[in-house]
C-alpha cells in the first residue's frame, strides 16, 4: 500500500511539474533577442577623426539589435561654432552585424541640404560641383575586449565607397580611408582613460586630397586622441561625463595649433567635454 502511495505522489508530481516546464520552455522559446538602446551625448563640440566639425550639439541615437544584426541612427544638432551661426544637421544611418568581437556594418552620412539622398554619380566619382556631399562608408571592426576581456584593444578601418569622395588630382574616387586603433585602460576611482591613434593610408579627404608632406608622403596621422571618461549605470540607465582632448599632426604647424573661431576647421589641437545618458532594454 505504502508503495502504490508513493508511486500515485511521483506521478502526481510529475504531472503537476509538466506545466511549469512547459511555461518555462515557451518563455524561452518566445524571447525575442532583441536589445534596444536610446540615448544622447550633449558635446561642447563636434569633434571627428582629427576634425573640428562644429561648436555645441546634442548627438542623439538609437540602435535596434537582434543577435548582433542591427540597424541605428545617429544625428547631430548643432551649430557651425560657438557663434551659432549656420545649423548644420546631419543623420547617419548604420546596418551591420556585430559578434564574438568582429564588427562590419555600412553608414550613410546625409546632411539636410535640399540635396538628394543618394548622391548624383555614386561610384563613378564625379567631381565636386556635381555630387551632393552626402557618402557611405564601409567600416570593418575588432574588438579584442569582447573575446579576452582583460585586454581591451581595437581596431577599426572605415572606407568611403560612395558618394563625395572625388579627388581632384588623380580626377578618380579617392577611396578616403581611417584607420584606427585603441585601447582602454582602467584607473582608480572608476575612471576610463581611452587611448587611440588615427591614421589615413593615402591621398583622401583627411588629408584634402593632397600630399601630406613636402617630400609628398602620402600617409598621415591626423589623430592622436586622449578621452577620460567616469561613467554611472543605474539598472537600465546609463550616464557618463568625459572630456576629451585631440591632435591632428596633419598640415601641423604653429599658425594652426591652437584653437580660434577664425581657423576651426584647420586647427590641429581640439578638446571637447560631454555627458551620455542612454536607456537599453532587452526582450
Not at 568582429?102 to 539622398?117: I, S
Not at 578618380?172 to 591614421?199: C, H, M, Q
Request: glycine letters at 10%; hydrophobic letters at 40%.
Amino acid at each position: 500500500m505504502k508503495k502504490t502511495l508513493l508511486v500515485l505522489a511521483l506521478t502526481l508530481l510529475g504531472v503537476s511539474a509538466c506545466p511549469f516546464q512547459a511555461y518555462a520552455e515557451d518563455r524561452e522559446y518566445k524571447e525575442l533577442g532583441l536589445t534596444l538602446e536610446v540615448g544622447a551625448d550633449l558635446v561642447s563640440s563636434y569633434l571627428w577623426r582629427g576634425q573640428n566639425l562644429g561648436g555645441m550639439a546634442i548627438q542623439p541615437m538609437v540602435s535596434l539589435d537582434w543577435k548582433g544584426l542591427y540597424v541605428s541612427g545617429w544625428a547631430n544638432i548643432g551649430a557651425d561654432n560657438w557663434l551659432f551661426e549656420d545649423i548644420t544637421p546631419e543623420l547617419d544611418i548604420t546596418i551591420g552585424y556585430d559578434n564574438h568581437g568582429l564588427q562590419v556594418d555600412l553608414t550613410h552620412l546625409y546632411y539636410f541640404n535640399n540635396e538628394a539622398y543618394f548622391p548624383k554619380g555614386g561610384f563613378k566619382a564625379l567631381p565636386d560641383d556635381t555630387v551632393s556631399s552626402s557618402s557611405m562608408e564601409a567600416h570593418i571592426g575588432f574588438r579584442l575586449g569582447d573575446i579576452v576581456e582583460k585586454v581591451p584593444l581595437r581596431l577599426d578601418w572605415y572606407t568611403t565607397i560612395f558618394g563625395n569622395d572625388y579627388n581632384p588630382i588623380t580626377q578618380k574616387r579617392a577611396w578616403s580611408t581611417y584607420i584606427e586603433v585603441g585601447y582602454d585602460f582602467n584607473l582608480p576611482l572608476g575612471l576610463v582613460l581611452g587611448a587611440s591613434v588615427g591614421i589615413t593610408p593615402w591621398l583622401g579627404y583627411y588629408s584634402n586630397y593632397q600630399e601630406v608632406w613636402k617630400n609628398a608622403q602620402t600617409v598621415a596621422i591626423n589623430n592622436v586622441n586622449l578621452r577620460l571618461e567616469r561613467d554611472f549605470e543605474l539598472k537600465h540607465l546609463f550616464l557618463g561625463v568625459w572630456g576629451e582632448m585631440m591632435l591632428n599632426c596633419y598640415g601641423l604647424d604653429k599658425t594652426n595649433l591652437t584653437t580660434t573661431l577664425e581657423n576651426k576647421f584647420d586647427q590641429r589641437l581640439n578638446w571637447r567635454i560631454g555627458a551620455s545618458l542612454y536607456f537599453g532594454s532587452e526582450w
